[in-house]
């Protein structure tokens, strides 16, 4: 099995697979947009927007494991990361509660 075999969950809920990514460079990360390090946001954006076009992508994997610093829904994780850092990577649906 590898990476592009799993199917998770947009941030808005559709489905899709891993495989939509292949051939691209992936940095996946694990964010919690409550945390101290979430101004690390505004850097992953910056990123993302100078390489996208490369074929570089970043998949944002909200988590409310640590300490509780991913505490909203789904769509209040997505307009928080909107508003405040202006993610525009794709982010998934919430792991850990």
């Given at each position: 099995m590898s990476i592009f075999d799993l199917q998770v969950n947009t941030i808005t809920g559709k489905l899709i697979t891993l495989s939509?990514?292949?051939?691209?460079?992936?940095?996946?990360?694990?964010?919690?947009?409550?945390?101290?390090?979430?101004?690390?946001?505004?850097?992953?954006?910056?990123l993302y927007e100078s390489h996208t076009e490369q074929g570089f992508e970043i998949l944002g994997f909200p988590c409310n494991q640590f300490n509780e610093k991913e505490p909203g829904n789904n769509s209040e994780v997505q307009e928080y990361?909107?508003?405040n850092f202006r993610v525009r990577f794709p982010l998934f649906e919430k792991m850990g509660g």
């Open positions: 939509n990514y292949r051939g691209k460079v992936l940095l996946i990360v694990n964010t919690a947009s409550r945390c101290s390090y979430s101004r690390q946001f505004a850097g992953l954006q910056r990361c909107e508003s």
